[in-house]
């Protein structure tokens, strides 16, 4: 595993299991959220971006996080290794979104888009989950059956998975 895909909807565990995976494999991993938004939520143009996403997939080693626009999912997932989708249930993605959402109003988000405060998005992010959950999910869930046949793709549907996709892939993390 050099070049890692990780995609789900909104508060589905995949930063934490970056940061682990990052961690433990000795792999550079960035976050999507952090290019394509600027301070204030403003948004990166789709130039400044993709330069930036493209210089990324050029690395020999790289763990992406998050979605962005479809063709450069597409690019990112041809430039993968391993693809890992977390697609957990539409409540469990709520209820850790909201949970994550409280604890912004004590500690700002780590590996969230510099300048951009997490609390005034939430009703935005809500919209947003039942959105990708409802329109995006089936087009990424064909996505990753193209690539079934040519990439390791994981594909998590509980938080048990996830966990135990954690323990098997960060077992040295700390």
Known sequence: MNRIAVIGNAGGG???LCRK???????PSYAIDRIQWKPGWTPASYEEVKREHDHILAQERWIIDG???FDLIE???RAAD????VDLPLATHYWWTLKRQFACL???RKDGPEGCPMLPMTGTLLKMIWNIHQRLRPRLLALCDDFRKEKHVIH???PRELQALRETL???AQ
């Open 156 to 158: 998590v549907t509980s």
């Open 170 to 172: 960060c077992s040295n």
């Open 21 to 27: 995976l990052s961690r433990t494999l000795g792999i």
């Open 82 to 85: 391993t693809i890992i989708l």
């Open 67 to 69: 979605w962005g626009s």
């Open 106 to 108: 004590f500690t700002p």
């Open 75 to 77: 690019a990112r997932f």
């Open 14 to 16: 995949k930063s934490t």
